[in-house]
């Protein structure tokens, strides 16, 4: 029954009692409050006793941020079983105690150390305890209170953002939403206004309004143009304490955007264009640009051009460049100015984007008005067709005219034209032409069987500007003459039996024409006047344009006659009447008793398949001459071309060999060695140099060494010599050079270098006894002697 106790001891520790609640004199908070005191009391087994420990008081309360010199006073901790001789010690724990909340251990007075803040902690939870100061145990058992902290108005009202970016397109309804802010406040809402938090615009009127209590932001003024105005910038407060005097306060910026709608129409700038096009102008070229004005941006200034009506309609059009929104004017014709040279139209401009809430505003679209003046320029003349075909009979005699071309300059000035035939579609000068009044006419003869087709061009240039010219293709075509007569269409040569009997077919024949027939070929065959009685065969002309050769006797005898010649005279049926007198050749051949060949005294009759005797011939030649081309080729390879030393016939005078070798260095060992000219026997006969190609063929020639006592004129009248009998040497004067040094001197090296290197000095009295050319040597190195003496 214990919670029962507790219960009821708390309610009465609720009620104003004498003994436990007096009046507080000391200033803790800057206001009087009663003195709060927690009575520690013990328990009773009776339910109706009263016990004697409990709490008589479970809380204490304490206002944030007290700007108080003095420690805060927060309650007092008393015991009953505290008789105020100081024998019990009151102790405390839990949050913040020793640190925040510390108690005076005889009195049981807690006091806040430091400045409280609500919105960092706003409840700390303690223990308290008594216990006997002398033995150190608990008269108590420990007991849980709790201090709140009371909240003051020390936060302001915190947006959630500092800047709000938002956007409402232009021309919407009065307390259309915009956007909405929101503001926070730190303070306890459950204590109080100081955490209620009402909505204020301070800039941004009359445009936009805002509700006290959501922060919502809305429209406030009607037809807010973008045109006029695009940004708004808006502030709101927030204030706490319902917006009463003496709250705090935050505000926050909102930058409002009008977005475009289509709400203006296109509008041209001027009523009437003008441009000016040559007429040269090709088609799909522009000429000019003309812009409406919308003053709505993106899809809403969309412009689409358009002609609607003029008398060039049909000569110009009109597209539109998307990314600069204008009307480009092009050529749909060829302009001609002699023709026609001023167009007017009508152009419309329309959006192509209309919102139909703005439609009583008025069309959105607008219309001008172009005038286009067509400029004369120099044109080349202007033939009167695009193409001139022109037939002519083959037999046509030269210089006749065949045909005519006319030009003429479509200009006012109506320059005079001349005429000329491109000689790059004519290279055979086949025709000709009137430079003045564009007559053609042949310069050599037709030949239809040769070309059915002559196709030139003629050049029409003014003359007073030839570079305006035009051209015109003539298609010559070349009409059929009977002018060929029929012929073979194959050499005939056929056999005969000479078992042959009379009135045998042994040929038939056919006939071929090169020119044309629009009926068609009739040919006729006969024999020729001269071989109609006596020939031994006859012709038979079938009517269709074969015959067929028959025998007329019954035996022929190769032996008396091997070949027989047979002229056919073969002619048509076309104006004028053409023949021709071919041959047919017939062989004689000994046959078996069915008509087939055996042998005939001439060439067989078939021919071989294999080559002739005149294209092996030839064949052979071709190879005969390529392969002495190749040896000419090789013999000539192999000669060594050099260049004669003397290049002149005429120039006998001495010369002067001059060899400009240098030597490669210290590291050369081939290239010269100078120890040879001293020492002859040094030569090695199969070492050659390997830095230079050798010039001859001929081995080095040994000499015969010089000895050691051997003077220099000896020396070099033994080389020039060996010179004069070398068969290697030039077939001419030459300068030889021998630098020969000998094979060394009494006197050894005169060299002061040498000196340096000796540790004593030198005895130079010798110089006397050289004789008088050393005497000036005597007497320097005599006299530094004898300085040297003193």
Known sequence: ??????????????????????????????????????????????????????????QFFLLEEYTGTDYQYVGKLHSD???????????????????????????????????????????????AQAINRRTGRPVEPESEFIIKIHDINDNEPMFTKDVYNASIPEMSDVGTFVVQVTATDADDPTYGNSAKVVYSILQGQPYFSVESETGIIKTAL?????????????????????????????????????????????????????????????????????????????????????????????MFGIITDKNTQEGIITVKKA???????????????ANTHVDPRFLYLGPFKDSATVRIQVEDVDEPPVFGRPAYIIEVKEDVPINSIIGTVTAQDPDAAKNPVKYSVDRHTDMDRVFNINSGNGSIFTSKPLDRETLLWHNITVIAAEINNPKQSSRVPVFIKVLDVNDNAPEFPVFYETFVCENAKAEQ????????????????????????PEAASSSNFTLQDNRDNTA??????????????????????????????????????????????????LSCNAEALIHPTGLSTGALVAILLCIIILLVTVVLFAALRRQRKKEPLIISKEDIRDNIVSYNDEGGGEEDTQAFDIGTLRNPEAIDDNKLR????????????????????????????????????????????????????????????????????????QDYDYLSDWGPRFKKLADMYGTMDSDKDS
């Open 335 to 349: 302009l001609d100015f002699e023709s026609k040279n001023l167009y007017i139209l009508k152009v419309e401009a």
């Open 690 to 761: 390997r830095d230079i190609v050798p010039e001859t063929l001929f081995m080095p020639r040994r000499t015969a060494a010089a000895r050691d006592n051997t003077d220099v004129r000896d020396f070099i009248n033994q080389r020039l010599k060996e010179n004069d009998t070398d068969p290697t040497a030039p077939p001419y004067d030459s300068l030889a050079t021998y630098a020969y040094e000998g094979n060394g001197s009494v006197a050894e090296s005169l060299s002061s270098l040498e000196s340096v290197t000796t540790d004593g000095d």
């Open 505 to 528: 077919l042994i040929q038939t024949l056919s006939a071929v024409d090169k020119d044309d027939s629009f009926n068609g070929h009739q040919f006729s065959f006969s024999l020729a």
């Open 1 to 58: 029954m214990r919670t029962y106790h507790c219960f009821w001891l708390l309610f009465w520790a609720g009620q104003p009692h004498q003994s436990f609640l007096t009046l507080l004199s000391k200033r803790t908070s800057g206001f009087p409050e009663k003195e709060k005191v927690l009575i520690l009391s013990g328990n009773s087994k009776k339910d109706f006793s009263r016990s004697k420990r409990s709490w008589m008081w479970n």
């Open 548 to 597: 067929g050769i028959f025998t007329r006797k019954t035996r022929y005898n190769r032996h008396e006659m091997s070949t027989y010649l047979l002229p056919v005279v073969i002619s048509d049926n076309d104006y004028p009447i053409q023949s021709s007198t071919e041959t047919v050749t017939i062989r004689v051949c000994a046959c078996d008793h069915r008509g087939k060949m």
């Open 222 to 314: 009607l037809n807010m143009d973008r045109e006029n105005r695009e940004q708004y910038q808006v502030v709101i407060q927030a204030k706490d304490m319902g917006g009463q005097m003496g709250g705090l306060s935050g505000t926050t910026t909102v930058n409002i955007t009008l977005t475009d709608v289509n709400d203006n129409p296109p509008r041209f700038p001027q009523s009437t264009y003008q441009f000016r096009a040559p007429e040269s102008t090709p088609p799909d070229s522009p000429i000019g640009r003309i812009k409406a004005n919308d003053a709505d941006v993106d899809e809403n200034a969309e412009i689409e051009y358009s002609i609607t009506e003029g008398d060039g309609y049909d």
């Open 81 to 127: 079983q505290d008789k105020g001789d100081g024998s019990l010690k009151y102790i405390l724990s839990g949050d913040g105690a020793g640190d925040l909340f510390i108690i005076n251990e005889n009195t049981g007075d807690i006091q806040a150390t430091k400045r409280l803040d609500r919105e960092e902690k706003p409840v700390y939870i303690l223990r």
